[in-house]
């Protein structure tokens, strides 16, 4: 193949994406749920003037 | 003319729409301090991180520059996406500048630089990273509004009106929100961008196929198509552009440095940009191929594109079929509205937290500050709106980027390596990298726009300019540095 280093780029670029989107999908939305918990359970109360 | 069906197409957007302006405001109840606002407590953890940094980095703008790369450059457009990875990888890797920055527990970089070199620096940094910023982000209206306008089919004549649609939605929830909205809504956006981005490119890819691409772009362009050395137009200087641009943005453009900022500690900072360092492959790679699909096709069939950079977005109208073109509007919608929203908030943060600093010195309470940032996004909103009708693009939209960019990225990537890693560096070295690092760039753009200057200004080109104004600023932080030392004794 003439052009095999912008091909094999392209393709490796596409999978390591696809798998990407379905890991960050899944385990963004768990992170989420922990960001959301961990400052929801915070008593830190505000500044005040 | 478009294959866009307001019934299907426009159900789809607009649940997308619904969706993530709701989540966006929904978690609007967790913020309670300024610090929930601007880094969102300080608790997010790599694979939101990356979620979010990627969907910042990707907006229509953005999409449509590098599609205009490949249309023009063919698969050598894609060099930009490979030092970014590049040096994103390495600083993620090496924890270079990063990790000490993040150990610092600073909001901002000119924070970190009142540390050092005092707080006239950390004022003159705010200035020059906001001035860039804005200039940046100025274009990103009128891109995201031409590109809906024709995929979409709307007559240019709406152009404002969407532009303005658009800035409120995402202005509604960054205000309310902060950098928890941002987050949340990056996450969505990331997911639906993704999708949209990968079954589009797919398919162009199984319509026109590949090899036939790539004797399109040999046909077309020629040997430079695949190899940006050859290229007369993508020459040398571009491509040390590309390099000293990569890692200086990936140092210090507020929104990716942020997303370290924010990680809950350094080593999720540089694991987040590890994880993150092959989107921005994906990021020039997947336009750069839309650029040279549109090559493909309106070359294949004998039709002169006007304007380069609109290539892209009307192949698009014409060959995606009804229901995936809902999808893929959906998805660059998904793109804008983050890259916007974490632009909004990044450059509102150095007012605040740098520029104001002078002002509120740190004392005001959390309600004041919280009060403050909204109303500091809400201008910053009037502004784009306001500079993305006014000012005219002339030649590339990512070198428009480039330009812009480098009025901070030169000097704060100097004054940011010096920081951390020279003892010598002084206020002196600083605020000469500064005013430095910002007269170049802003006089070619302002020589670039007067009649008389506009014949010299192109034969010298942006690259060569660029690549000078990284040089001279450091240069300048060397002997300003060396000169109050030596003074000083």
Excluded at chain 1, 29 to 42: A, S
Excluded at chain 2, 188 to 206: E, K, P, R, T
Aim: proline share 3%.
């Amino acid at each position: 193949m003439e052009h095999w280093f912008w091909t094999t780029l392209i393709f490796l670029t596409l999978a390591w994406y696809l798998i990407v989107t379905v890991i960050v999908g899944i385990k963004g939305g768990q992170d989420i749920r922990d960001m959301l918990t961990k400052l929801g359970g915070e008593k830190e109360t505000p500044k005040k003037d | 003319m478009t294959n866009f069906n307001w019934y299907i197409d426009g159900s789809i957007i607009l649940l997308y729409l619904a969706g993530t302006i709701t989540a966006g405001l929904w978690v609007r109840k967790y913020v309670r301090k300024v610090d929930d606002f601007l880094v969102a407590g300080r608790s997010v953890n790599l694979y939101l991180g990356i979620a979010s940094l990627s969907a910042t980095e990707f907006g229509i703008a953005t999409c449509m520059a590098n599609a205009e790369l490949g249309y023009k450059y063919g698969f050598a457009g894609i060099t930009p996406g490979i030092a970014l990875a590049a040096a994103m990888f390495i600083i993620g890797w090496t924890g270079f500048c990063i990790k000490p920055l993040r150990e610092q527990k600073v909001i901002t970089l000119p924070e970190l630089f009142e540390n050092k070199f005092g707080e006239k620096v950390r004022w003159a940094s705010g200035v020059v990273i906001v001035l860039g910023g804005l200039l940046n982000m100025g274009v990103f209206l009128r891109q995201a509004g031409d590109y809906l306008a024709i995929v979409c089919g709307f007559d240019p004549i709406y152009l404002e009106l969407i532009m303005t649609a658009i800035l409120i939605g995402i202005a509604i929830y960054t205000i309310l929100g902060g950098m928890l909205s941002v987050l949340v809504t990056d996450y969505i956006q990331f997911v639906v961008m993704s999708i949209g981005l990968i079954a589009v490119v797919g398919l162009l890819i199984f319509t026109f196929g590949w090899n036939e691409m790539i004797d399109s772009s040999e046909r077309l362009i020629g040997e430079g198509a695949f190899n940006p050395f050859f290229n007369g137009e993508y020459g040398v200087d571009r491509i040390l552009l590309d390099l000293f641009l990569a890692f200086a943005s990936v140092l210090t453009w507020q929104t990716m440095i942020s997303r370290v900022l924010a990680a809950k500690d350094s080593t999720t900072g540089q694991k987040i940009y590890k994880g993150t360092s092959p989107f921005f492959l994906v990021r020039f790679s997947l336009p750069a191929l839309l650029g040279i699909a549109a090559l493909h096709y309106f070359g294949s069939e004998g039709i002169a594109v006007d304007n380069e950079i609109l290539a892209m977005p009307n192949l698009l109208a014409l060959v995606i079929p009804v229901g995936l073109i809902g999808i893929l509007v959906a998805a660059m919608l998904a793109a804008d509205m983050s890259t916007n929203s974490s632009y909004l908030i990044a450059w509102s943060s150095v007012i605040y937290n740098d520029i104001m600093r002078p002002i509120h010195k740190g004392l005001w309470s959390d309600k004041k500050g919280l009060l403050w940032n909204r109303i500091l996004i809400g201008f910053i909103g009037i502004f784009l709106l306001l500079y993305g009708l006014w000012y005219p693009m002339k030649g590339d939209l990512w070198v428009y980027l480039q330009v812009t960019g480098t009025i901070y990225l030169a000097s704060m990537s100097v004054i940011l390596i010096a920081a951390c890693y020279w003892k010598k560096a002084n206020n002196w070295g600083a605020i000469a990298a500064i005013v430095t690092g910002c007269i170049i760039p802003v006089g070619f753009l302002i020589l670039q726009q007067v009649e008389a200057t506009q014949e010299q200004m192109a034969a010298i080109g942006p690259y060569k300019i660029g690549v000078a104004t990284y040089l001279m600023t450091a240069l300048a932080m060397w002997l300003g540095s060396i000169a109050k030392h030596y003074l000083s004794k």
